[in-house]
């Protein structure tokens, strides 16, 4: 049986409008499914080495199968390769690759790849157009669409960085069958985020799903996705350079930025899973500012324990640092004003805003409940 056919989400930003097209066996339909936004067939393909172990002789072949010719520029796999050594690689040998302004690369992976591979794209010959090709799920529902683009600096995560939108994304869902299941599931964290933050259907909807798209449901994947990704075009077509509604965004982040410092931006805890530990207290915080109903923190902790996704800092192995110490850590946040950490808060499920007038005391109160539960 073939697989149905893909399903279109725009993305409406005037002149610099595309579309993310969501559906199975892509990688191998690249050729046709990518040939119209190239002028001449040969492109740059930027991907990290595991990714390219697993997809890139796919890519590779659907492009051939156009009379695409790609070479392919690899760096190492983790959020290390979000640096200026590795900017300068990609930079370096898409110029090597001859690269022109009416080029187009594709950028072939997860999060850290998309950011490197379009903020090299942004700033080479002063902007040259690419095609996200997102593989690990958090890329697929987030990072992939909306133009972010960036590396880390020694100082802070994505404090370098450019505002470059894509020419198209590919979301080839059959490439999540290749994600262990720890990377999935810390995806999935932004996938509820999109439920939480203005959706509630959507919430109810994954509370009745969750499980069965974690466990390989094609259909159950595609929807979600699609529905992420529509929620995200949505925002970013109202607010792309993130002077308001853009920021509801970051529901947890706050909290999941100190957490990811705290554990080193390491393997002991991946952004998504920090992002999840970050909205469960988000909830709190709410709650505990009599925001939400009592009731709400817990309903959105069960949903991450039913899908096994961490959920709580007794969830994160080895030693963190006390509340002052996690609250120092939030300071560092790129969105604090005046010292002030901005918060995502909420008045129920799917209903968040923004805020930059949360009592710390209130902050410090959540953080230490949270911690007494570590013992
Ligand atoms: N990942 C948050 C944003 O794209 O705004």
Redesign the pocket.
């Known amino acids: 049986m073939s697989a149905p056919a893909p399903r279109i989400v725009p993305v409406a930003l005037g002149e610099r409008s595309y579309d993310v097209l969501i559906g199975q066996g892509l990688l191998a339909e690249s050729g046709a499914r990518l040939a119209p936004f190239f002028r001449r067939p040969r492109t740059v393909i930027v991907s990290d080495e595991t990714v390219a172990g697993l997809h890139l002789d796919t890519l590779k072949a659907g492009l051939t199968e156009a009379g695409i010719a790609a070479e392919a520029v690899r760096v190492p796999s983790g959020e290390a390769s979000k640096s200026w050594p590795m900017l300068e690689r990609v930079v370096e040998a898409l110029l090597a690759a001859k690269i022109e302004r009416d080029d187009v690369v594709i950028a072939l992976g997860g999060g850290v790849i998309g950011d490197l591979a379009g903020f090299a794209c942004a700033i080479l010959r002063r902007g040259v157009a690419f095609i996200q090709i997102p593989t690990s799920l958090l890329a697929q529902v ?2 992939s669409v ?1 133009g ?1 683009t960036g590396i880390n600096s020694p100082l802070g995560k994505n404090l370098i960085g450019a505002f470059h939108q894509p020419r198209h994304v590919m979301i080839d869902i059959d490439v999540l069958d290749t994600l262990d299941g720890r990377q999935f599931l810390a995806g999935y964290g932004e996938v509820v985020k999109y439920g939480l933050l203005g959706d509630a259907g959507f919430f109810d909807w994954l509370e009745r799903m969750g499980t069965r798209l974690r466990d390989g449901d094609k259909g159950a994947r595609i929807e979600a996705v699609e529905r992420s990704v529509a929620a ?1 075009a949505g925002i970013v077509s109202r607010d792309e350079k ?1 002077n308001g509604e ?1 920021a509801l ?2 529901l947890g982040h706050t909290f999941a930025h100190a957490l990811e410092a705290a554990t080193g931006y390491s393997d002991r805890l991946l952004h998504g899973e920090a992002v999840a530990i970050g909205t469960g207290l988000a909830f709190a915080l709410s709650s505990r500012l009599g925001l939400c109903a009592q009731e709400t923190p817990s309903r959105v902790g069960e949903h991450f324990a039913q899908m096994g996704l961490k959920r709580s800092l007794a969830d994160i192995e080895g030693s963190l640092p006390d509340a002052t110490g996690l609250i120092e850590l939030m300071a560092q946040d790129k969105k604090v004003r005046d010292g002030v950490p901005a918060f995502i808060l909420a008045r129920g499920i799917g209903d968040a805003f923004v805020s930059r007038d949360v009592p710390p005391e209130a902050v410090r109160a959540v953080l230490e409940e949270a911690l007494s539960q570590r013992r």
């Open positions: 987030d990072s909306g972010k995200k993130e853009r965004l970051n």
